[in-house]
């Protein structure tokens, strides 16, 4: 659970119904939070729209709170929380989300390298009737240390998923207030928010955005992302394609493998009829064949436990997600 210390504006501040949020999870990043700031209020300014800014404070060892206290002081826009440790950037953003109040919630990174001035420009590409539009860092200007496993990782995704972006860790996203409402977000499924939206059938979108080179500071992250990511993506996959129906793939696994057990003892019967010795010759294939149908037998039932559960823990609303509702007033 993230537990936060919250410093809010003052009541009499929050009038007024919030159009855009925006929602910054920072770390470490005391030189940066001000400059961002100077630039996301320009930006807000020009756009004349009710807003708010929330900033994620997420573990950070340095000056960043401090930095961050004064700009709350200064702009009543501003939220700040504070998270009692380091929880990880998609704990920072469950807790950014849970904070906004705007029906279109824009999150981007507080390093400098993404530009507030395309926050229009994600803005009128969900008034073109996108649900999410995710940021394309075509040219970036981070090391090959962070380029290569991210490509490599992106082309996975987009392989495996069907889903044409081709940024999907780029943390400047736009997003339209349901689909956050619609989609559950733990450990570090944060990149793979666009997967679990479009698999709730919402419209996703992407915007090739400029990206700047780190001013200030180090990345938190490096290659050693890709292995925890890639874990992440195969739970994701099992998610989406697999919770509802578990008998489907542990089930044809272990038919599979079954099946493999049993003409490796239908290959040794026949042997054994022609006269040859099974346990001298083919004892390696005979206890291979006991263990692939054993094994099978297992995964069998393990699926069969799975359909159990998901029918006793069935909730109707996990099976569809409803676009738009038109009814008539109940009568009196």
């Not at 390298?113 to 995710?134: H, K, M, W």
């Not at 075509?138 to 490599?152: F, G, I, N």
Request: aromatic share 10%.
């Amino acid at each position: 659970m993230t537990t936060v210390e919250s410093l809010r504006v003052p009541a009499a501040q929050e009038a007024g119904t919030v159009r855009v949020s925006l929602v910054i999870p920072v770390m470490d990043e005391e030189e940066s939070v001000t400059v961002l700031h100077e630039q996301l209020t320009a930006v807000l300014d020009s756009l004349d729209v009710p807003s708010e800014i929330i900033y994620v404070d997420d573990g950070s060892r340095d000056g960043t709170l401090d930095r961050l206290t004064d700009i709350f002081r200064a702009d009543s826009r501003v939220h700040v929380l504070a998270l009692r440790r380091n929880f990880g950037k998609t704990a920072a953003l469950v807790a950014g989300f849970t904070e906004a109040r705007g029906d279109t919630v824009i999150t981007l990174d507080g390093d400098l390298q993404d530009d507030p001035a395309e926050i229009p420009r994600f803005l009128a590409a969900l008034e073109d009737g996108y649900d999410l539009v995710s940021g394309w860092k075509r040219v970036r200007h981070d090391p090959a240390s962070k380029t290569m496993p991210s490509r490599l990782f992106n082309a996975t995704v987009r392989h495996f998923t069907g889903i044409p972006l081709h940024d999907f860790n780029c943390g400047f996203k736009a997003y339209r207030r349901e689909v956050l409402d619609d989609v559950k977000l733990y450990g570090e499924l944060h990149r793979f928010i666009p997967v679990l939206a479009f698999r709730r059938g919402y419209r996703i979108g992407e915007l090739e955005v400029t990206h700047h080179p780190r001013r200030f500071g180090r990345s938190k992250f490096g290659a050693a992302r890709l292995f925890k990511g890639l874990l992440d993506f195969l739970k994701v996959l099992f998610l989406t394609r697999y919770m509802q129906r578990p008998l489907q793939l542990f089930g044809m696994l272990g038919l599979l493998l079954s099946a493999a057990g049993a003409l490796g003892f239908l290959y040794l019967f026949v042997l054994k009829v022609l006269g040859q010795s099974i346990f001298q010759s083919h004892g390696p294939l005979l206890f291979l064949s006991g263990i692939l149908i054993v094994t099978g037998l297992q995964l069998f039932m393990l699926g069969l436990l799975g359909e159990m559960m998901r029918h006793y823990a069935y909730q109707p609303e996990e099976e569809y997600s409803v676009k738009r509702r038109l009814t008539h007033g109940e009568p009196e």
